[in-house]
């Protein structure tokens, strides 16, 4: 058995749903699989002592899970005041328009198409429901849609898919771009050094403890699958699957669609940058 500890990111021991922080409680929906892990977290963020919430990432269009969503909150003694997107990918998104009707409230998301209402989110926005402040973070690369955001308060930062609370995420390409990716991983080590954000509260998978420690890990990690696939391009391994199928090889097969794409989006910043 591996210790947790020892983990990067220090993923935090126990069950996923429940407190995460003292503003964030996590409810997770029943979507798991080899893609979203355990299941989509949906976070219900709200200041202590304050009776309104604010809901992350809704998730699947599940009704049993949209309604235990309001259904904690309520059990707190709250009411969910706002719904915000980290991205429009279904695991995420697709609940959105549904809960938004149980709640009454509107939806905020970067993607237009995404929004109910007329306010989106953008970089640099802050976001106060209740005494709960919010600071909107643009971290696009595994979409070009996605956003963090930024809890002061707790010294945490509310990912998306941008980085998972287990193993690491995709570059969906060719929405996703790997250079904005790698700039993404840049801005978050940024706020772990010079905001002491030191928790990030995933989209999938357990909360992590160490924040710098997993965004460097994950840039450790993006640096060598680009090594690894412009060697693989040097051997004569020319097509997307063919680079997967070589880099790609101890990876569960049923995964090798999703490395796909990532491995489309390295392609095509080794050939931005004249590496192939």
């Known amino acids: 058995?591996?210790?947790?500890?020892?983990?990067?990111?220090?993923?935090?021991?126990?069950?996923?749903?429940?407190?995460?922080?003292?503003?964030?409680?996590?409810?997770?929906?029943?979507?798991?699989?080899?893609?979203?892990?355990?299941?989509?977290?949906?976070?219900?963020?709200?200041?202590?002592?304050?009776?309104?919430?604010?809901?992350?990432?809704?998730?699947?269009?599940?009704?049993?899970?949209?309604?235990?969503?309001?259904?904690?909150?309520?059990?707190?003694?709250?009411?969910?005041?706002?719904?915000?997107?980290?991205?429009?990918?279904?695991?995420?998104?697709?609940?959105?328009?549904?809960?938004?009707?149980?709640?009454?409230?509107?939806?905020?998301?970067?993607?237009?198409?995404?929004?109910?209402?007329?306010?989106?989110?953008?970089?640099?926005d802050a976001v106060g429901v209740g005494g709960l402040e919010l600071r909107v973070v643009p971290t696009p690369g595994h979409t070009a849609d996605s956003l963090s955001f930024h809890i002061p308060a707790d010294r945490a930062v509310l990912t998306g898919d941008t980085v998972l609370g287990r193993g690491t995420t995709l570059v969906a390409h060719p929405d996703g771009r790997l250079g904005d990716y790698l700039d993404t991983l840049r801005r978050l080590r940024s706020l772990t050094v010079d905001d002491g954000v030191h928790t990030v509260l995933p989209g999938h998978g357990p909360v992590l403890e160490d924040a710098q420690g997993a965004v460097e890990f994950y840039l450790a990690h993006r640096a060598h699958r680009l090594a690894q696939v412009e060697t693989a391009v040097e051997d004569g391994h020319r097509t997307p699957s063919q680079v997967v199928a070589h880099v790609y090889a101890d990876v569960d097969r049923s995964l090798w669609p999703a490395a796909e794409l990532s491995v489309r989006a390295q392609l095509e910043y080794l050939e931005e940058h004249g590496l192939i």
């Open 1 to 124: 058995m591996t210790d947790a500890a020892a983990l990067p990111g220090r993923p935090r021991d126990g069950a996923l749903s429940g407190p995460a922080t003292a503003r964030a409680v996590n409810v997770l929906a029943p979507n798991a699989s080899p893609m979203t892990l355990d299941g989509t977290n949906t976070w219900i963020l709200s200041e202590p002592g304050s009776e309104l919430a604010v809901v992350v990432d809704p998730g699947p269009l599940d009704e049993g899970h949209l309604a235990n969503v309001v259904d904690t909150a309520e059990k707190a003694g709250k009411r969910v005041a706002l719904t915000l997107l980290t991205h429009g990918h279904p695991d995420h998104a697709e609940g959105a328009v549904r809960f938004a009707a149980l709640t009454s409230t509107k939806v905020r998301a970067l993607d237009p198409a995404l929004r109910l209402g007329d306010e989106g989110l953008a970089a640099g």
